[in-house]
């Protein structure tokens, strides 16, 4: 570990790091780069300092972090954290041969922008080939079908990720019982994700008919739940005195479907402006 944090130690990893490293534009990271990793009493610290002498340990040590990353990707098969409890053999557990990890959460909230990070980080840890997500080459793909994200591009992969179509603050009721049928019924590749208003943006009922789900796809059961919220959004609204997407983020993170299905239960907040 390094004694001090220094702005002039760039990233080993390639010369274009610097644009992730976006706390150090940050107004106070000066004084920061003069402070010592093992300065005693971190107690004395502003709170925005803390952050930042955190980010500089945590980018100090990524390198390291993407080996180990990249070692657990490759060798993780579904089941592999079972726990032996009640007398109960692997063999005799109901173990999916991928677990599936769904992304949800109101519109705009970041679901997609977070999986392609996902993608990026990968790509630059050498995980992946490539960057890039299927949905980003067409926005209808995006607002009217589930994707899955097999993380690994392997058909070895313990677990993918699922990519849902966000809800309406405004119809958060409709939101929740589609979410109570996901978590009841499963999810697949290129599920429909149609709303009570969706009908009037089609041209006619053969486009209708062409976005029906294809028997091809496995349906996969919802092993884990993720809501994706944007507290910068509910940040702005709160201020604006509108609380309606807190609540509808309580709403949906407490829904009894959510509960019923999964049992621990993940809220992830990301920060788009």
Known sequence: MKSQLSCGEVDEYDPSGLVYCWWRSAAKFDECVKLKLDLPNVSTLTPRLRVLREMERLALIAPDGLNELRHKFLSYRSGDFWIPIGGIQKGGMDIPPVITILLMGFSGSGKSSLVNLMYSVLSRSGLVLFAQTSSGNSSHTITMYMEEHNVMRSLQSGFCVYDSRGFNYNRVHEGLEELSSWMSEGVHHNQRCLR??????????????????????????????????????????????????????????????????????????????
Not at 196 to 206: E, G, H, P, Q, T
Not at 220 to 227: G, K, L, S, T, Y
Request: glycine share 2%.
């Open 196 to 273: 009570s208003d969706d009908c009037a943006l089609m041209k006619n009922d053969a486009e209708i008919d062409d976005l029906k789900s294809s028997p091809k796809y496995v349906l996969r059961r919802v092993d884990f739940a993720m809501v994706v919220s944007n507290i910068a959004e509910i940040y702005k609204a709160l201020k604006a005195g509108d609380s309606k997407p807190l609540d509808a983020t309580k709403r949906l993170f407490s829904a009894p479907g959510l509960r019923k299905c999964s049992k621990i239960s993940f809220c992830i907040l990301v920060c788009f402006s």
